[in-house]
């Protein structure tokens, strides 16, 4: 049967000759209806133009898309109705209008009739625990009362396919985890298939099926996402790390022990107990050197042999 979702050698460039970047580089994957494949990866690893050419948005340069069989980049019209998507940096919603009026819209451009909407909407709200704040301006809405009004903007139709860029920035970890209870909910409910990229590792540990794990444009690992905190009991490895306040707070949460060093910070983890601080901080940091305990990229390859014999 022909999996819902599937790309073949994706590759795109931005530029031409010495300046050009290598967004994406042949990656192949696939889905499954009603699927849900987290998109991991440090800034600038190529998870938004993955997501724009699924979506349609950009043209590969080679290789194809296809969703339920159709290409978006040559039947945008075919897929309409189809799709829900959340950008990282949209908003989705307008302000001057309320919670309840901007779901209502959202359900008339997605085709649905007034009273459909109407009850959609109702019901999307109080999901989203947004019922008592269902008739107020979304300007006054918190910045997580905006993140979860732009998100059910995204489950207003009846798309097949919800694609969700950074869903839980701005929410609170509870926001986040009843997110995740909701995509479960949609999954097994409706059927419907998602695309989360971020980097909440908590987020995709229970909304995610699948991974698929990027790094300067490339496919590292996609399998499923229990891998992520099952890494093979390596010996305590060193990793040398750029420094940052939000790292530092980071690591200080997680118990883990670090030291300034010269050019940024050095923390030792024992992948057997801290494998999912690990996995976290090779798809969020900025990893300067690796020593001790083996190399992370055997690491990665020996999980990816765990998948494809599971």
Same mark, same amino acid.
């Given at each position: 049967m022909m999996p819902f979702i599937e790309t073949r050698s994706l590759t795109k460039v931005f530029g031409s000759g010495p300046g050009a970047v290598t967004a994406n580089s042949g990656i192949s994957f696939s889905l499954e209806r009603g699927g849900a494949?987290?998109?991991?990866? !440090?800034?600038?690893?190529?998870?938004?133009?993955?997501?724009?050419?699924?979506?349609?948005?950009?043209? #590969?340069?080679?290789?194809?898309?296809?969703?339920?069989?159709?290409? #978006?980049?040559?039947? !945008? #019209?075919?897929?309409?109705? *189809?799709?829900?998507?959340?950008? =990282?940096?949209?908003?989705?919603?307008? !302000?001057?209008?309320?919670? *309840?009026?901007?779901?209502?819209?959202?359900?008339?451009?997605?085709?649905?009739?007034?009273? =459909?909407?109407? *009850? *959609?909407?109702?019901?999307?709200? =109080?999901?989203?625990?947004?019922?008592?704040?269902?008739?107020?301006?979304?300007?006054?809405?918190?910045?997580?009362?905006?993140?979860?009004?732009?998100?059910?903007?995204?489950?207003?139709?009846?798309? =097949?396919l919800i694609v969700l860029d950074e869903p839980t920035a701005g929410l609170d970890p509870a926001s986040a985890d009843d997110l995740a209870g909701l995509v479960g909910e949609l999954r097994s409910e409706g059927g419907r298939t998602f695309i989360l990229a971020g980097h909440d590792m908590r987020f995709m540990a229970r909304a995610a099926g699948e991974v698929l794990w990027l790094k300067e444009g490339r496919a590292r690992l996609h399998g499923r996402a229990e891998a992520l905190t099952a890494l093979p009991a390596y010996r305590a490895v060193k990793l040398s790390l750029r420094g940052s306040a939000p790292l530092r707070a980071r690591l200080s949460a997680a118990g883990a022990e670090f030291a300034e060093e010269e050019g940024g910070l050095s923390v030792r983890l024992d992948p057997s107990a801290g494998g999912a601080l690990l996995a976290e901080l090779l798809a969020s940091a900025d990893l300067l050197s690796v020593s001790g305990g083996g190399d992370l990229e055997e690491a990665f390859r020996e999980i990816s042999r765990d998948t494809a014999q599971g």
């Open positions: 494949l987290g998109l991991l990866g !440090p800034n600038g690893a190529g998870k938004t133009t993955l997501i724009k050419q699924l979506a349609g948005l950009l043209r #590969p340069d080679s290789g194809r898309v296809l969703i339920d069989g159709l290409d #978006p980049a040559q039947d !945008p #019209p075919g897929l309409r109705g *189809r799709l829900g998507l959340l950008l =990282e940096g949209m908003r989705n919603v307008y !302000p001057y209008l309320t919670g *309840r009026a901007n779901l209502v819209y959202f359900g008339y451009l997605a085709g649905l009739g007034r009273d =459909e909407a109407a *009850r *959609r909407a109702a019901e999307l709200l =109080e999901r989203f625990g947004l019922s008592a704040a269902a008739d107020k301006y979304v300007m006054a809405y918190s910045s997580g009362m905006n993140r979860k009004l732009a998100v059910a903007t995204c489950l207003m139709g009846r798309a =097949e």
